[in-house]
């Protein structure tokens, strides 16, 4: 009897996990994708040299540029998005 | 503990930067000083003052005195090969940004080269703080102002970019909260490297600043170019905080004015260095000059002899 009743305490713990974790997931989906953009602007601010826009001393962009790996990659990621912001913007909000 | 004076010397090409630092230098090795000349004039002519093949280690000229060249190309190069073996030690898809071809032309990128000087002038500030004083040969007026006035751009950009950074970890810490993910205990690496850019460029923009650590020379003649790019000099650097410490008139003939310069310069210690018919080339000669002309410098120097004890 205790062993059925732990199974199904176990199981009602889990789906509770995994309702937790989507709902926290949802949550913050605006913002890490506000996260993303604000990752991407300090990389093009940082990097901007590389697609020829306004970028700060040489020295400050290379000494930082060893460290930024996962920002060119959101960058070039951010390349093929570029052309439709809209249709992103929507995903974000989940519309459509 | 760093005691070095750094003297700089500035002024419009041509105007006799190198011969008045190497005068400057030679008198204060003879009052005793221990004294390092740095040319960081591209054109390098304490060579040709001193007669001595110079380089990036210091050659003795004579009791307390020493001079280097730094050979601004050298430092670039060096840079950008720490540069790259940094971002091939911590990338993984290196290759995939093409970073190769964008190193190959980076050199040639403004900027990199007053950089270079930032980079050696530090270098010889942490090597020679033994010295008295390091007296600096300075390339001419554009390239000087930019040296100067880098810490204090660099600091700009630099505290934008923080300001950024730290919005960003903020977002990640609320995300890590939500989400219930261990947060990350090592700092954010980006963040650490801005922080200790900033110091370095503080440090450096305080040395600057301090006319305690720093005096700048500016060296000009008696002639209408020399004098206004002078002026404008010296509005340049007030606008980066740095003042003035002494002008240096040089090639000052006995029929010449001190007026213009008295007037515009008011406050500023004035140094007069006469025209002198001999070419002032070769230890010797710049010997012979201070011998004719050394009370009168001693005299508006005022500099206390070295505490040698």
């Known amino acids: 009897m205790n062993t059925i009743i732990k199974s199904i305490r176990d199981r009602i713990i889990s789906i509770w996990k995994i309702f937790d974790e989507v709902a926290r997931g949802k949550a913050v989906g605006t913002i890490e994708s506000e996260l993303e953009e604000m990752e991407n602007i300090f990389g093009v601010l940082v990097l901007g040299s590389f697609i020829g826009m306004p970028a700060p001393p040489m020295q400050i962009s290379l000494d930082l540029m060893p460290l930024m790996e996962k920002e060119l990659i959101l960058m070039m990621e951010k390349v093929d998005t570029a052309n439709e912001p809209i249709a992103q913007l929507f995903s974000v909000f989940d519309i459509g | ?309």
């Open chain 2, 1 to 309: 503990m760093n005691r070095a004076t750094n003297v700089f010397f500035m002024g419009k090409g041509g105007v006799g930067k190198s011969t008045s630092s190497a005068l400057f230098s030679v008198f204060l090795a003879q009052k005793g000083f221990q004294v390092l000349i740095v040319s960081l004039d591209p054109a390098h002519n304490q060579s040709d003052i001193f007669e001595r093949s110079l380089s990036d280690k210091p050659l003795q000229i004579a009791p307390n005195l020493s001079a280097i060249e730094i050979d601004q190309e050298f430092w670039i190069r060096q840079y950008l090969k720490d540069v790259h073996n940094q971002i091939n030690r911590t990338y993984s898809y290196l290759t995939a940004f093409n970073l190769e071809k964008y190193f190959s032309v980076i050199k040639y990128s403004p900027g990199l080269e007053e950089y270079a000087l930032i980079l050696a002038f530090e270098k010889i500030q942490k090597n020679f703080s033994r010295c008295d004083y390091l007296i600096f040969d300075m390339p001419p007026t554009a390239l000087g102002l930019r040296f100067f006035s880098l810490p204090s751009l660099s600091l700009i950009w630099i505290e934008h970019l923080l300001a950024l950074r730290k919005e960003i970890i903020e977002k990640r810490d609320l995300i890590t909260t939500i989400k219930l993910i261990k947060k990350e205990i090592e700092r954010d690496k980006v963040l650490n490297k801005i922080n200790e850019l900033r110091n370095q460029y503080q440090d450096l923009k305080d040395t600057f600043e301090d006319r305690k650590q720093t005096q700048i020379n500016l060296v000009l003649n008696p002639d209408k170019l020399s004098f206004a790019e002078s002026i404008r000099i010296v509005e340049a650097l007030q606008e980066i905080n740095i003042n003035l410490h002494r002008t240096v008139s040089n090639k000052m003939k006995l029929d010449s004015s001190f007026e213009d310069i008295d007037e515009t310069f008011t406050g500023i210690p004035m140094i007069n260095f006469p025209y002198s018919e001999t070419p002032l080339i070769g230890f010797h000669n710049l010997q012979e000059f201070l011998k004719t002309n050394g009370d009168h410098l001693e005299k508006q120097l005022s500099i206390s002899p070295p505490n040698l004890s």
